[in-house]
């Protein structure tokens, strides 16, 4: 990675763990989350299911629902019917392998964002201990996968990997200026 990359990323990962809701209403953060999905998904029943469905997830998996939001807007949208050119489905973007270990099924909407969540808490937990980008290498690991992260020491060196995480930052702090 280069120098200016670096720096670039060194910034972007400090803006986006360093920046959280403080004292915000629940309700405020569900009206929020509702507003930024509906940018992207105009039907508002769907709309209502992925916001319900987020904050499910986040408190199953206790698991921010910015950053589930976020990374769901970058994986597919919002869009319960997004496919990808290497095989990822769903809302969350899940490889058939990774819904199969995880046990869902990732054409079920439920399922796949259950698996996502319940996919990327393992990214965190994994990397918790990693100092202050554990956050960073967590959304790196669920794109290109844990041990590419392990065997780089951190964000390995692939442009959609990097392109990703800036794309997830983008978004959460996106949502968190809707806030203000």
């Given amino acids: 990675m280069n120098i200016k990359k670096f720096f670039s990323l060194f910034f972007i990962c400090m803006i986006f763990f360093s920046c959280s809701p403080k004292n915000s209403e629940a309700a405020e953060l569900y009206d929020v989350i509702f507003q930024n999905i509906s940018q992207f998904n105009q039907n508002p029943k769907e709309i209502r299911w992925i916001t319900n469905a987020i904050f499910y997830a986040a408190k199953e998996y206790k698991v921010d629902p910015i950053l589930i939001s976020a990374v769901m807007e970058a994986e597919s949208g919002f869009n319960f019917n997004a496919f990808s050119p290497v095989g990822a489905i769903g809302l969350m973007q899940l490889m058939p392998e990774t819904a199969k270990m995880i046990g869902v099924d990732p054409y079920n909407p439920m399922g796949n964002v259950l698996g996502g969540v319940s996919y990327l808490k393992t990214q965190l937990d994994k990397f918790s201990g990693w100092g202050s980008y554990r956050v960073t290498y967590a959304v790196a690991a669920y794109n290109a996968g ?9 964000i390995p060196n692939f442009s959609e990997t990097f392109n990703y995480v800036v794309k997830v930052t983008r978004n959460y702090n996106k949502i968190l200026k809707m806030m203000q």
């Fill in 146 to 154: 844990p041990g590419a992260v392990v065997s780089a020491g951190g």
